[in-house]
T-cell receptor, first 114, second 119 residues
Framework: GDSVTQMEGPVTLSEEAFLTINCTYTATGYPSLFWYVQYPGEGLQLLLKATKADDKGSNKGFEATYRKETTSFHLEKGSVQVSDSAVYFC?????????????FGAGTRLTVKP | DTGVSQDPRHKITKRGQNVTFRCDPI?????LYWYRQTLGQGPEFLTYFQNEAQLEKSRLLSDRFSAERPKGSFSTLEIQRTEQGDSAMYLCASSLGHGTGALGAYGYTFGSGTRLTVV
């Protein structure tokens, strides 16, 4: 079935460092791709999304580009802050119209040190 | 609207007891989802509703689990005869979906979850 695979964490960076969290997917069709973030003690929040090849999702300085040729949707940020410390989940939904089948990766914990 | 609410936030129960969790979705969302998340893992799909109809159930949802959404608004998830392996965070999410006129890939809005500990 459809799935996503994320790089294992934890990832520890210093403030202002460059962040990449890798995500690759397996799907039979043309999924929509998402990144969610989970701060300590909170539920998952949608960070960004992309619905077709070469789309770039962006939010709060984070970006991810839907790469069909490499089946990837890597999350990047040019300069991380301590407040970005959280767990990041890559997810896909096979159904563009219905979006009823969100499947999540295992999550990557990011810790940013001052 | 304050988002998706889940109650309780934490539940400790003895093995063999029944527990029930409640989820109040965003009012205009017709889709409601239940997920389970264990430590170090991503959320795993359990079931979802469109309005009051339960449209899909995961194989993870054993006979001891039952979910309802009687009026198409709030939902309950009941676990009967709890086992230690049921210990997890139970997440509820809601979204717009088919029939609302919404098109496209909308993300889900999650609640903060109910953490269940079975002792």
């Amino acid at each position: 079935g459809d799935s996503v695979t994320q790089m294992e964490g934890p990832v520890t960076l210093s403030e202002e460092a460059f962040l990449t969290i890798n995500c690759t997917y397996t799907a039979t069709g043309y999924p929509s791709l998402f990144w969610y973030v989970q701060y300590p003690g909170e539920g998952l929040q949608l960070l960004l999304k992309a619905t077709k090849a070469d789309d770039k999702g962006s939010n709060k300085g984070f970006e991810a580009t839907y790469r069909k040729e490499t089946t990837s949707f890597h999350l990047e940020k040019g300069s991380v802050q301590v407040s970005d410390s959280a767990v990041y989940f890559c997810a896909l939904s096979e159904s563009f119209w219905d979006n009823n089948d969100m499947r999540f990766g295992a999550g990557t914990r990011l810790t940013v040190k001052p | 609207d304050t988002g998706v609410s889940q109650d309780p936030r934490h539940k400790i129960t003895k093995r063999g007891q029944n527990v029930t969790f409640r989820c109040d979705p965003i009012s205009e969302h017709n889709r409601l989802y239940w997920y389970r998340q264990t430590l170090g893992q991503g959320p795993e799909f359990l079931t979802y509703f469109q309005n009051e109809a339960q449209l899909e159930k995961s194989r993870l949802l054993s006979d001891r689990f039952s979910a309802e959404r009687p009026k198409g608004s709030f939902s309950t998830l009941e676990i009967q005869r709890t086992e230690q392996g049921d210990s997890a965070m139970y997440l509820c999410a809601s979204s717009l979906g088919h029939g609302t006129g919404a098109l496209g890939a909308y993300g889900y809005t999650f609640g903060s979850g109910t953490r269940l500990t079975v002792v």
